[in-house]
């Protein structure tokens, strides 16, 4: 048991590590006092620049990747609850990214840990959460609107695909958890004051 909880612990405390505002450091900026003031990809591709912002991207999938990787093929087959304790490891990741011990708590919004998660756990759930992201992305102009997309209809894609309860159940607490750290982005859409990426608009 200490083993499976020793996972767990790593799979957080490597979610945690806020690699946009680390890259942002490399080239001498705080993407916290920019942009929306968010350490993720889509805040540090606005301030920063497209390049560094999909550097980010693939550092924050593969915080999510990794654990989830590492547990599947590193615990012992004879672990009690085994598939409970990767998927654990899954939530964990994104947890620390939320919430990161190195940043007094204050972290991004998971999206791409998640996307991380998940790509170790269900391969063809994303692929259909990257079709709905880039199409609802491309119709509204908002990449809030096609993360709240792509995340609230995982746990139905799983379910169609028969995943187990326990992947359920995370992909459930996940998209919770990313639809709250969406709290903000809900309000600016309503307000019309959400920021797009489509050029010549606010």
Do not use: Q
């Not at 912002?53 to 085994?82: E, M, Q, Y």
């Not at 940043?103 to 991380?116: D, E, P, Q, S, Y």
Request: glycine letters at 12%; a positive charge.
């Amino acid at each position: 048991m200490i083993m499976e909880i020793a996972f767990i612990l790593a799979s957080y405390l490597i979610g945690a590590v806020p690699f946009g505002l680390l890259i942002g450091r490399l080239v001498g900026a705080d993407v916290r006092m920019a942009g929306s003031g968010n350490i993720g990809a889509t805040n540090v591709g606005r301030v920063l620049g497209k390049k560094l912002g999909i550097l980010t991207l693939l550092c924050d999938v593969t915080k999510g990747f990794l654990p989830v990787w590492a547990a599947a093929h590193l615990l012992p087959s004879s672990s009690a609850n085994r598939e409970l304790i990767v998927v654990s490891c899954g939530l964990a990741a994104v947890v620390g990214h939320m919430f990161p011990l190195y940043l007094r708590f204050k972290g991004g919004k998971g999206v791409a840990t998640a996307l991380g998660v998940f790509l170790a756990l269900s391969p063809w759930s994303i692929l259909i959460s990257v079709l709905v992201f880039a199409a609802a992305v491309a119709g509204s102009g908002y990449v809030s609107v096609g993360s709240l997309a792509a995340s609230g209809l995982i746990p139905l894609w799983l379910w169609i695909m028969g995943e187990s309860s326990p992947i359920l159940v995370a992909a459930i607490a996940i998209v919770f958890l990313i639809w709250c750290k969406h709290s903000s982005n809900v309000g600016r859409l309503l307000r019309g004051e959400e920021k797009t990426w489509r050029k010549g608009k606010a």
